[in-house]
């Protein structure tokens, strides 16, 4: 029986000691068990240097104390990206006056057809102050997918070579005055949930 006495003493001092250690570690360490949470900014957005429909060069500075509601699209979609214009027209026409405060942006996906021609005469079928922004194919690979991590890519139609489609993601992007990244709104939305979610930001 001794023997047995004698480890279970040793288990005894060692259990006491660490519950001892445990206690003091929690009394001197404000922290002590408190869950670690972390905070920090979406990584969307930041410099960009495209053309406008307009031709003139335009960076991410010259929207700068404006908030820009970006869409990510192409000229030859056949709906889905002629449906999200319209509803950010929609949109901007309900909210009136506070509309005055954002940039309405349209950013092509599709740059080898996107010319600068092409997206003026887009642009002009939907909100009179919409911008369309094109470049080269490397200005936008580097600003659309990986400066707002938007994904697209080209799918060749083996019978029509120059009639290839985009696959991309229909977001549409709320930036701050800053060009930080607010908010995103996937497709569906519909021009009064567009209104109403902006409407706090502006």
Same mark, same amino acid.
């Given at each position: ?48 240097? $495209?053309?406008?429909? !307009? %031709? ?9 104390? #404006?908030?820009?509601? =970006? &869409? ?57 102050? $919409?911008?369309?922004? !094109? %470049? ?9 997918? #990986?400066?707002?991590? =938007? &994904? ?51």
């Amino acid at each position: 029986m001794r023997p047995i006495l004698i480890v279970l003493v040793v288990l005894g001092a060692i259990v006491g000691g660490a519950t001892a250690l445990l206690m003091m570690s929690s009394s001197q360490d404000p922290n002590f068990g408190q869950t670690v949470r972390s905070t920090g900014k979406a990584l969307i957005g930041g410099p960009f240097s $495209l053309i406008d429909h !307009t %031709g003139k060069r335009v960076t991410n500075n010259d929207f700068r104390g #404006k908030k820009m509601l =970006i &869409y990510f699209g192409f000229t030859h979609c056949p709906d889905i990206c002629p449906g999200s214009l319209q509803v950010i027209s929609a949109a901007l026409d309900k909210l009136g006056s506070q509309a005055d405060a954002v940039t309405p942006i349209f950013m092509t996906v599709d740059p080898e057809r996107d010319t600068q021609k092409v997206m003026a005469e887009y642009v002009a079928s939907f909100h009179p102050r $919409l911008v369309g922004l !094109t %470049g080269t194919k490397d200005e936008i690979e580097q600003t659309v997918k #990986k400066t707002y991590r =938007i &994904y697209y890519k080209k799918v060749a139609n083996p019978d029509q070579p120059d009639a290839y489609t985009v696959d991309h993601a229909s977001m549409i992007y709320l930036m701050d005055e800053r060009g930080e990244f607010v908010k995103f709104f996937a497709h569906p939305t519909s021009a009064d949930d567009l209104a109403e979610q902006m409407r706090p930001y502006l």
